[in-house]
């Protein structure tokens, strides 16, 4: 059965690079973490940083066909779900959430990792 805003598979034609994406979090360059206590806040922030990493190697968020996302608080997924919409728009990557016990930094609500097909000149 469907579910909205759900996509189950991504099958990727032609020959192109794969980029692996380790978890990404809410942390600045400076090395503290952005919103601290706000789900939305740190989801925003660990989206706009897998876009720097994204663009790093010339590719955008329509490049990305699977995310892993881990949530500290299973009953923050309707916020985080509504901000990644946002950010992937109508066509969004497969995806798996989970809920965790623990995040590498106690203060980190949410983390992504995400695989992308970028296309090769």
Known sequence: MPVDGFTQAVLIPGAAAMLFVSGVTARLPDGSIAALGDIEGQTRQVLENLRLILAEVDATPNDVVRIGT????????????????????LQPPACTTVEVSRLFDERQLVEIDAIAIVPQP
């Open 70 to 89: 881990y949530l500290r608080h299973m009953e923050d997924h309707p916020i985080v779900h509504r901000v990644r919409s946002e950010f992937f728009g």
